[in-house]
Structure formats: structure tokens, C-alpha cells
């Protein structure tokens, strides 16, 4: 699968639990759209990663991946330590000059 640097990023940070790491893949006013709440900005994302990673311990193995242009969406495998794991999550990136500027998951 050839994902774009940013996301294979992403995807390491989240499975190493590096939420400084996971938040720079982000430009500084980015946002990311998860569990019906916005986050946006570099260090309300870190925050809410930490938080995340603290809970439920995901990982996160892709599956699928497709772009058009600037937006792409990633399917992946997620576990962890939440109820009904693994699932199936899509993560629709709207991806600008190797960063991302907007980030959308879904299942």
C-alpha cells in the first residue's frame, strides 16, 4: 500500500502512543473530527491523543487506501482496551503541503 508520508507518520505515532509526534502531523491549525467532537489545533489534538492513548491503547493497522486530489480515506483496523475491538474505522484526510488540515473518522 503507498500512503503518503504524513499518513504513514500518523499511523506510527498512533502505534507507538506518541501523541507529540501524532499531533505534528498536523499544520498548526488543523482539526480532527473524532467520537462527534472537533479538536482543532496542534496541542488540542495532542491533548486529546494522550487521552485517548491512556484509554484505550489503539493501534492501528491500515487496510485501504484511496485519494482524490487533496482527500484521501484511509480504512484501518483499530484495537485496543475499548468495547467491541477491533473495528473498522475510516479516517478521511484532507492533506495540504505534507501536513494534514483536516481529519474526519468514521466507521
Known sequence: MNLPKVVTDLIEAQNTFDSVAYANCFSESGVMLDEG???VGRAEIQKMIEESNKKYRSVM???EYTENGNLSVL???CSGTFPGSPIILKFHFEIADEKIQHLKVTD
Open 37 to 39: 467532537k472537533n479538536h
Open 75 to 77: 480504512s484501518a483496523e
Open 61 to 63: 493497522k491500515p487496510l
